[in-house]
């Protein structure tokens, strides 16, 4: 006989209430209510930017080959091994050494520095370059690094749910729902925000020119076209940065405030008062953006930037510096723009296919089944309500393509109940009771739903492993109205019928 305990019962009456309530907060104004989670929209809903990045791997190499290019330079002059002629050709950097009886010599030297080198040494002339398979791994790497760095930058803005994915070896796809500012988005974005610390040359460290200079020494300018002759060598780097602010001088002009981790406050302290008087420079993306004189050395790990800021540059520049920098600048290959109108009808359509296709499936079940229709079609809405309040519990992100698997969600949810009348059907006309018909019918269904589920479970996780963006949001959804029909149709259904049952006791049931 069937068997409905009280505590399943308030189970089922505790879980629809939950639902309902978590559900509807989605239809109040934002601040509303107790809850304060809301289901997110998508870029096709709410509108907003959608841009395609390009990773500057080529830059991203020359650096890499730029700083083995001073490696070999340091390791040549510690061995004391002659050469000439050090340059970066393609992908390799390449030296010609004075006395090729050194080959050897040279080549030992370079392999203690790194064991990604291909070497190779031909007629005194040494080559070297990265290896294949530590190239690949190196792009890959900085790829990951800068996902992770756009990520930092987008979050703060204070937008909300951005996407950002990998596509393809050096591409990442990122969409900001609600951003309807491009320009500064892209302006973000395409800085580098590569920061470091330089001695000057004691010499001439302000040249009036643009000349030649050692092979030790860049020659930068800045803002208003001053050139500075910088060490090439940075003593710090804004990877040791653990914070930066935007705040006001004394003189209240705009300046960012910044706070070194623990090396690299040593390591400020050590060269500040080593170098008491001398002139440095803080560099920013191949640009100097001051340039004062060390009066005094600087033990608390703190620091001001002051420039030609304004209130936006300043604070623009403290968030870029506290998301860290790019390991290789981005370049926009494509941009497109969501209006909110658009938007909008994407919802009203969304919304309407699936109070029409919710219409539809309830009308069918109610001819098809009459009074056990009406207890599925009770089911369905609690499955519903219950697949937008899992939606609401995870902050999850609803596009066109999660609508669809909502869409899908309300045929595969009768489904279930379709099975367990079927079978009801067929147990009545064999002329078994109506308690034993129901009985029968749900446990002998049984097997056939949980397997029917657990392969569209299986088919959703892997929309979700090997799918992206919009994808992955149907299989979300998808998943979510799988497990949640589990639940209305052997949960919800059941305790229908049986209360009907109990309390009617009816000789014959139709359906």
């Keep these: 006989m069937l068997d409905y305990p009280l505590w399943k019962k308030l189970l089922v009456l505790a879980v629809s209430v939950w639902s309902i309530l978590y559900s509807a907060v989605n239809f109040q104004a934002p601040g509303e209510g107790f809850i304060s989670q809301r289901i997110n929209l998508g ?7 959608y841009l395609m990045l390009e990773l500057g791997t080529d830059s991203y190499l020359k650096e890499q080959l730029q700083n083995m290019l001073e490696e070999v330079r340091g390791a040549a002059r510690k061995e004391k091994l002659g050469y ?28 203690s520095i790194s064991r990604d080198w291909n070497i190779e040494s031909k007629q005194g002339i040494v080559r070297m370059s990265f290896y294949p398979e ?16 756009v990520r930092r930058r987008v979050d703060q803005t204070g937008t909300r749910e951005p996407i950002i994915q990998r596509q393809g070896e050096n591409r990442i796809l990122l969409q900001v729902p609600g951003l309807r500012d491009t ?34 020494n860049s020659l930068l300018k800045d803002e208003k076209g001053q050139f500075y002759n910088i060490v090439k060598t940075s003593i710090l780097t804004g990877d040791m940065l653990v914070d930066a602010q935007a705040g006001f001088d004394q003189s209240s002009r705009p300046v960012v405030n910044f706070r070194f981790n623990s090396i690299g406050a040593k390591k400020f302290s050590d060269v500040t008062r080593e170098n008491t008087g001398k002139p440095f420079a803080i560099v920013l993306d191949d640009r100097v953006i001051t340039a004062p004189r060390i009066n005094e050395p600087i033990t608390g790990g703190s620091g001001m930037i002051s420039g030609s800021f304004t209130a936006e540059s300043a604070n623009e520049l403290a968030l870029l510096l506290r998301a860290g920098a790019l390991p290789a600048p981005l370049l926009v290959v494509e941009e497109r723009s969501v209006g909110p109108s658009l938007g909008q009808d994407s919802i009203d359509s969304g919304v309407n296919a ?32 219950l697949v937008v309040a899992c939606l609401t519990l995870f902050g999850a992100t609803l596009t066109m393509p999660g609508i669809a698997g909502m869409v899908l969600m309300l045929g595969m949810s009768v489904d279930a109940n379709v099975l367990i009348f079927e079978r009801i059907r067929e ?30 479970l299986i088919s959703a996780f892997l929309l979700y492993i090997f799918g992206a963006g919009p994808i992955k949001g149907f299989a979300v959804t998808l998943s ?14 059941r305790m229908l019928i049986v209360m009907y049952l109990r309390k009617t006791k009816p000789k014959t049931i139709r359906i």
Excluded: C, W
């Design 43 to 49: 870029l096709d809903l709410k509108g907003g930017s």
């Design 84 to 111: 000439q002629n050090l340059r970066v050709e393609g992908e390799t950097v390449a030296l010609n050494l004075r006395d090729q009886n050194d080959e050897e010599k040279m080549i030992a030297a370079l392999r």
């Design 134 to 149: 530590y190239r690949k791994q190196l792009l890959k790497k900085v790829l990951e690094q800068s996902i992770e760095i």
């Design 183 to 216: 320009e500064s988005l892209k302006r973000m974005l395409g800085t580098t925000a590569k920061m470091t610390f330089h001695l000057m040359d004691e010499a001439e460290p302000f040249p009036a020119a643009q000349r030649a200079v050692s092979p030790e």
């Design 354 to 385: 699936v109070f029409l296709g919710a219409a539809l499936v309830m009308g069918f079940m109610f001819v098809s089944y009459l009074l056990f229709g009406l207890f599925a079609n009770i089911a369905l809405v609690i499955n519903l309500t």
């Design 427 to 456: 147990e009545v006309n064999n002329g078994r009771s109506p308690m034993a018909a129901v009985d029968h019918g749900f446990q002998r269904a049984f097997g056939t739903i949980l397997d029917s589920h657990m392969t569209g």
């Design 480 to 493: 979510i109205g799988i497990v949640t029909s589990l639940f209305s149709a052997i949960m919800v259904t």
